[in-house]
């Protein structure tokens, strides 16, 4: 008999065996018997309507590694992955429920039929087609996952969002209302307190990329250097030990998104003074005309970096050894923010070493691009 055949003829066999059996593993038992069948039958289904169809040796090989044709429609695979994740199954148990299914199909159908000639063709597209199965599902729950991650840490962020404000507005009455000690107190309070708020908007701008939102921009016409040369200012008073050089030369004029701008500065500046080897060797702040847009870079003493870890710092969540004194308690957000900001103006970022400077570059278009 054809395992496709038998798929049909004893389907409701081969969900009682696979969930009687998928009930005995440590790692499934605790699911009631509902639960592991409720979207058996659609894969079971699914993958008998494949062994009908004829199939290349090519195709077979991208099957065997989870590189099977795509539909265009959610499969029946990845939405039962899909599905496992918003329950709360984990991979582990995800891929258990195939296991289960594979030992119980070829199980009973060795006990239900002679072999004939066709039982290793069968064997081999049906281990083929659950491979496929597998993948997709897999990819399916972690993709689940990833979305109730990114909810979760922006329903995280907005509820931050209200106790740090009123830490912060209580910090600015201390500083006007005391004198002396207390005042730098309340001052310290108040620069960490912002330094904690720049933290958890980048934190919510990574989350809003991961949930693919992108970055909204609000362009108007503005000069970068004026803009660049209020934000140095208030780096001076939030990193005191550290000397900030800025020049600037040429029309620097442009639309750009003024706030946003001021915030990929800050990051590259906090993120110099973080990594400047030795802690508190100068940064250089620089911005150049270059036609039909401006460039804007800092540039700082680091230890040498290797090529592959230079290339990987604008991926979020990745971070290297802070420098001497440098604090390590970070998210690793910073200079993903910055790409993002440089990338959201139609611009791109760069860093390059030469010796032990460290040089970071955002090109930022003067006019928003075509469409």
């Not at 004829?54 to 099957?63: D, E, L, T």
């Not at 689940?144 to 995280?156: D, H, S, Y």
């Not at 003493?301 to 230079?310: C, G, K, N, Q």
């Not at 993002?340 to 955002?362: K, L, N």
Request: glycine residues 8%; contains cysteine.
């Amino acid at each position: 008999m054809r395992l496709h055949d038998f798929l049909d003829q004893a389907r409701e066999r081969i969900l009682a065996e696979s969930v009687a059996y998928a009930a005995t593993l440590p790692v499934l038992g605790g699911e009631s018997l509902e639960a592991l069948r409720d979207h058996l039958p659609l894969v079971l289904d699914a993958i008998a309507r494949d062994l009908e169809q004829p199939q290349s040796r090519a195709q077979s090989i991208a099957k065997s590694q989870g590189l099977g044709p795509a539909t265009g429609a959610e499969s029946a695979a990845q939405t039962h992955g899909a599905l496992r994740a918003r329950s709360g199954l984990t991979i582990e148990q995800l891929v258990a429920e195939y296991r289960v299914l594979r030992s119980s199909v070829l199980r009973l159908w060795a006990d239900a039929a002679e072999p004939d000639e066709h039982v290793l063709a069968d064997t081999m597209r049906f281990n083929e087609a659950i491979d496929q199965a597998v993948a997709e599902s897999v990819a399916f729950h972690a993709a689940e996952l990833e979305r109730w991650r990114a909810i979760f840490l922006g329903v995280l962020g907005h509820d931050l969002r209200g106790p740090l404000n009123a830490m912060l507005l209580t910090a600015e009455v201390l500083r006007q209302e005391v004198t002396g000690a207390a005042a730098m107190h309340a001052q310290a309070l108040l620069r960490n307190g912002r330094r904690l708020e720049a933290l958890l908007d980048s934190l919510l701008e990574y989350n809003k990329s991961r949930l693919g939102v992108g970055m909204a921009i609000d362009r108007s016409r503005v000069d970068v250097a004026h803009l660049c040369r209020q934000e140095v200012r208030l780096l001076h008073d939030a990193l005191p030990d550290v000397a900030i050089v800025f020049d600037a030369k040429g029309d620097t004029n442009g639309d750009f998104d003024g706030s946003r701008v001021r915030e990929a500065l800050a990051n590259l500046v906090f993120n110099a003074a973080q990594h400047s080897t030795p802690a508190g060797t100068p940064i250089t702040i620089t911005l150049r005309d270059r036609g039909d847009a401006v460039e804007v870079s800092t540039e700082n003493e680091s230890d040498p970096i290797p090529p592959d870890v230079l290339q990987g710092l604008f991926e979020p969540l990745r971070r290297r050894s802070a420098g001497a004194g440098g604090s390590r308690r970070n998210l690793g957000l910073g200079l993903f923010i910055v790409r993002e900001i440089a990338r959201a103006h139609g611009g791109d970022a760069s860093v390059a070493m030469t010796g032990r400077r460290v040089r970071f570059t955002i090109v930022l278009p003067k006019a928003a691009p075509a469409g």
